[in-house]
């Protein structure tokens, strides 16, 4: 048995330290969290000083067993998970679940897993710190109290079950909701901007182009007389100015800022971002990836020097040291960096490109400015009073440009772009042609994934470690969606002097398309105006970035952390119960105008499968009439003339094989209708534009996939892909593919296999049944539950605190069940009587309003 234990967090990282520190230690990994607060409830005793209630997770459990196990047989185990406070608190929940005291059990950090880090972090270790636990413990706290008391409010003023808020979430969708209003209520405005391209010689004595710019009008009108002005005009340098400039290089990554260059360079959303720099950090590529800090060691101080000096001279090198400008930066204690300076390749294909990006990044910062040469000339118009002036710069010594350039891609880059020729005062020079073009302004843009992080971090919410998730979870939730927005065609006036005549002539250009940019959906908007209207405290900026900084005094030990929990709960819980109880319904709903058919109000709305156009009221005697918005349109958005074209459908075509073709609109998309089949048109496609033909394109379509691929028991099975990804059908049953089958290719032999594999399964479903009350007990995931009607009901624990076996089950009576259910939810048989009696209800409703129909009929008559 090994002499020592070391605990990390993955098993990459193992394998990495175990070869460091060779046969004096065995290294294992927890696999990150090994417990979390308990699910079953909030997981937290509120009446006690917000204890926290954990439990080892279910799938650590093995986990746990196999460390006690070691830990028993070594002589010491030592704490090695990440430096932050996620890092701290694994360390910690490791000794409160392996019975270690954390006064004396040894905790070790670095910041890069390299032989010597490694050897300095086990000559000094430390205990565990009690302060970063508690901050991290304080955060863990907070939000699953704002979620767990917020999310129910959703769920009964939304009609949304599987609603939440979050403490930075439901922030992060403010601002994005906040930007997408902000674009919606932008009017652009339109002026011309003037463009002179001259001619003169270089300095090789050949003619060249270069452009001058000159003042900007309100209106084409304006911009006419201008240029009539110019006709004959003569053109001269009157003053130039050359002066020295330099650009100097950015500061090491940051967690944010990687985020931020990895997506604008490479593309990257920022979870792959942070997947692959975790995969670099494991493998000792580069230092920990989770930093506010834009420090270098001494150490990389000087192996940075000696790579630059190595590769491209003594007068490439400037040594620098950043200063970290986030005062409550508290992660780690360095930059992101690489381990090896010298080293600019990896030999992996998928990290090579993030590593590349940090070791330019990093090595650049090391390196000389580049010194520039600006020139601004000043060029008179005989005929007119204004001046036009050309700019230029010389690139004199590239410095570090000649490794990096921040936010383009280095190929991209022209190094003569802007360059001036010599250019002389008293020099006339001869005009090519002058334009002054219609330029439009243009909105704030909407944000990407990393812009969304520079700009949680500028106002000081979350931390490196809580920008990917939150990103992830937004989306997640259906609050926020990723996707590209197709341009339009605008027209653009352009006016041109050239040979002194000025024609006009119009253009047009497509404006508006975006590529990869975050989106609110309804849901999330209607959710934000809601948290907005009835959370204040919690959505705003300046409060939510306060906490952060009160955690970070909880790391420093200046606060404690269920006082300053209870400060926050006590106020935010009396919010909770005060909305429940008064708040109206949110609908987000939008009067449109009125139906010029029916005379009926028009209005958009979040209905209970997403957003709607309603015509009519449930008040009329007249049912109302209902469309799905597509998936462009927004309640917010969409107009008068773009909800009542929703309602063309569905629209009858031409019979096909004796079934009548139909177009039309459902819960779940547009819809292709033959006969008695239901046919989803393809997304993206605009069901007004379908025609007969393309009606029967999709009718063979659906005809082919649901041929037959194969036989069960005599029986035909066909395949499709649906919302959960491909599956078969037989009979009645659908199955999922999974993906260690070729679902392109599946066999016979793979075919029998799903099948008799999902049939043993639906057999074993049930431990009892009674079908009249809509009451089952049935196998689940996760162990037996009740299935109530709808309701899905989790059985707790037996009196011996063990969890509940089918065996336990199966013999119990339907009393006793009743029991079980009353217990979970005490409501639940409330519920559904209550459903029974409005349905009841509603029945003599719509009978007396068909009575009362033909005598208000009359009356209009007469």
């Not at 009690?130 to 009609?159: C, H, T, Y």
């Not at 004796?658 to 046919?679: C, H, L, N, Q, T």
């Not at 639906?762 to 689940?780: D, L, S, T, V």
Request: charged share 30%; hydrophobic share 35%; aromatic share 8%.
């Amino acid at each position: 048995m090994a002499k020592n234990l070391l605990i990390v967090e993955s098993p990459a990282k193992a394998k990495t330290i175990e070869k460091i520190l060779g046969k004096d230690f065995e290294v294992k990994s927890s696999f990150g969290h090994i417990r979390d607060l308990e699910k079953e409830g909030m997981g937290i005793n509120v009446d006690q000083g917000f204890e926290p209630i954990y439990k080892v997770s279910d799938d650590k459990k093995k986990v746990v067993a196999e460390l006690r196990a070691k830990a028993k047989g070594a002589n010491e185990v030592w704490l090695a998970t990440d430096e932050d406070r996620e890092g701290e608190s694994i360390s910690w929940h490791l000794c409160e679940v392996l019975g270690l005291d954390p006064a004396n059990t040894k905790r070790i950090v670095f910041h890069e897993i390299t032989k010597p880090a490694i050897q300095k972090a086990v000559a000094s270790p430390r205990l565990v710190d009690m302060n970063l636990v508690n901050a991290q413990q304080a955060r863990r706290v907070l939000d699953r109290l704002v979620g767990f008391e917020i999310s129910p409010v959703l769920w009964r003023k939304l009609s949304g079950r599987g609603l939440s808020a979050g403490r930075v979430q439901s922030v992060a969708v403010k601002l994005i909701t906040e930007r997408e209003r902000e674009i919606n209520a932008f009017k652009s405005e339109s002026s011309y901007k003037t463009e002179a391209i001259f001619e003169a010689k270089d300095i090789n004595n050949r003619i060249v182009n270069f452009k001058a710019e000159g003042k900007r009008f309100e209106t084409s009108t304006t911009a006419r007389v201008f240029l009539d002005k110019c006709i004959n005009a003569t053109f001269k340098v009157e003053d130039v100015q050359v002066r020295p400039g330099k650009r100097s290089p950015a500061a090491p990554f940051t967690t944010s800022t990687l985020q931020q260059e990895a997506s604008r360079k490479l593309g990257y959303a920022v979870s792959r971002t942070m997947r692959l720099a975790q995969q670099l950090y494991e493998n000792g590529h580069i230092t920990y990836m989770r930093t506010d800090s834009v420090n270098l060691s001494e150490t990389a101080l000087e192996n940075a020097e000696t790579a630059i000096k190595s590769q491209y001279g003594a007068q490439y090198h400037h040594r620098r040291q950043f200063q970290t400008k986030n005062a409550s930066a508290q992660e780690a204690h360095e930059a992101i960096r690489p381990t090896e300076m010298g080293m600019s390749s990896i030999g992996d294909a998928e990290g090579q490109k993030l590593y590349e990006l940090i070791w330019k990044r990093t090595l650049a910062s090391q390196m000389s400015d580049a010194q520039l040469e600006k020139t601004t000339a000043k060029i008179g118009i005989s005929t007119h009073e204004d001046k036009l002036t050309a700019t230029g710069e010389v690139l004199k010594f590239d410095g570090f440009l000649k490794l990096y350039i921040e936010g383009k891609d280095d190929e991209d880059e022209d190094e003569n772009a802007g360059m001036l020729p010599p250019l002389t005062i008293g020099q006339t020079l001869p005009l090519v042609e002058m334009l002054t073009t219609e330029r439009y302004t243009r909105p704030a843009p909407r944000y990407t994934e990393a812009s969304l992080v520079k700009k949680l971090e500028e106002l000081g919410i979350g931390r490196p470690s809580t920008y990917a998730p939150t990103i992830s979870t937004v989306q997640q939730r259906g609050y926020v969606e990723k996707r590209d927005k197709d341009g339009v065609e605008r027209k653009y006036g352009i006016l041109t002097l050239k040979n002194n005549e000025v024609t006009e002539q119009t253009s047009t250009e497509i404006t508006g398309a975006e590529k990869n940019k975050l989106f609110p959906t309804d849901l999330g908007m209607v959710v934000t105006d809601f948290l907005n209207e009835h959370f204040t405290q919690v959505m705003d900026y300046g409060f939510t970035a306060n906490i952060e900084n009160e955690f970070d005094e909880i790391a420093a030990g200046k606060k404690v952390w269920n006082t300053m929990i209870g400060n926050f709960y006590n106020p935010f819980h009396k919010t909770v119960e005060d909305t429940m109880e008064n708040a109206e319904r949110a609908k987000g709903e939008h009067i449109l105008g009125t139906d010029p058919e029916s005379g009926k109000p028009v209005s958009a709305r979040l209905g209970r499968f997403g957003p709607m156009v309603q015509i009519g009221s449930v008040e009329d005697e007249e049912k109302p009439k209902f469309a799905t918005l597509k998936r462009n349109q927004s309640i917010e958005t969409i107009t008068l003339e773009e909800a009542l074209d929703l309602f063309k459908l569905p629209f009858t075509l031409e019979d096909y094989e004796g079934k009548e073709v139909s177009v039309g609109a459902g819960r779940f998309g547009p819809y292709v209708k033959w006969g008695e089949a239901f046919i989803s048109i393809p997304r993206g496609e605009d069901p007004l534009t379908i025609d007969i033909d393309r009606a029967i394109a999709i009718i063979k379509e659906k005809q082919e996939a649901d041929a037959p691929i194969g036989y069960y028991e005599g029986k035909p099975v066909s395949k499709g892909k649906g919302r959960f990804g491909p599956f078969i059908k037989w009979e009645d049953l659908f199955i999922n593919i999974p993906r260690a089958y070729d679902f392109d290719n599946l066999k016979q032999s793979d075919i029998d296999e799903l099948v008799s594999k999902k049939l043993d399964k639906e057999a074993n479903r049930f431990i009892q049944q009674w079908p009249e009350e809509k009451i089952a007990i049935e196998n689940g995931r996760w162990g037996p539950f009740i299935r109530f009607g709808k309701l899905m009901l989790k059985l707790g624990r037996k009196e011996d605190g063990e969890k509940y076996t089918a065996e336990d089950l199966t013999n119990v009576s339907l009393e006793e069940v009743k029991k079980m259910i009353v217990a979970i939810d005490p409501t639940a048989f409330e519920k559904k009587t209550k459903k029974a009696a409005t349905k009841k209800a509603a029945a003599p409703k719509k009978a007396a309003a068909k009575k009362a129909a033909p005598k208000k009929a009359a009356a209009k008559k007469k």
